[in-house]
């Protein structure tokens, strides 16, 4: 009996050194598994936050422009790049507030406005049960782009004068109607008549344009 005690003893010990093996490999699969999905969240984050900000930066030029029928259709109506600017220091400040660090942020080159973003977390590995692993750090990447919620629509041109030669010493009055430069018709049924002189407002800058993540 107790050479059958002494015997198992051995088999006893190597199973549940086995089943701690295998524990321990679970574990560093599950931390490897947190590492990636907090490294692409703030990926994730940061390639939003540039889109955003470049989106911001539209606001004043588009506000500039609005008595420009051909700008307004670059804008709503074709493919738009964005404006000039340093969109990419918010994904920057994104990626340090979500604990990663060795940001990349470009603009897309493949006719969407947009931003690609890719990033390590500052956070390691903490166990080397699998060789190699032990202070491996997580990488992800992130794509988001910007589109126009909105369709311009250009005031349909004025007919001819009914008198070609009017008078030349009638000035304008302070009655003459402004002629609006046409309409922004957006989803959800927002609809912004384009009128420089009119008091109507630019509407923000998010009910014209979408910002979300896109596929790489």
Known sequence: MKRESGQATPLYIAAVTGLLFVALIFLAFGEADIQRNGAQSSADAAALAAAKESRSLLAPDLEAHLTDPDYLDSVFNAA??????????KASEFAA???ASGVRCRPLTDGRWGYEVSLTSD??????????TAGKKAEA???????????????PDSGPDEDPDPAPDMPDTPDTPHTPIGKVRCDG????GIDPEGAESMPDMADLFSVHLAEN
């Open 80 to 89: 738009f790049v964005g404006v000039l600017g340093a969109p990419c220091g």
């Open 189 to 192: 049924g927002l609809e912004w």
């Open 97 to 99: 507030l979500n604990k």
């Open 123 to 132: 956070k390691g590995m903490s166990t080397n049960v699998i060789p190699g």
């Open 141 to 155: 990447v992130a794509v988001a782009v910007v589109e126009p919620r909105c369709t311009f629509i250009p005031a």
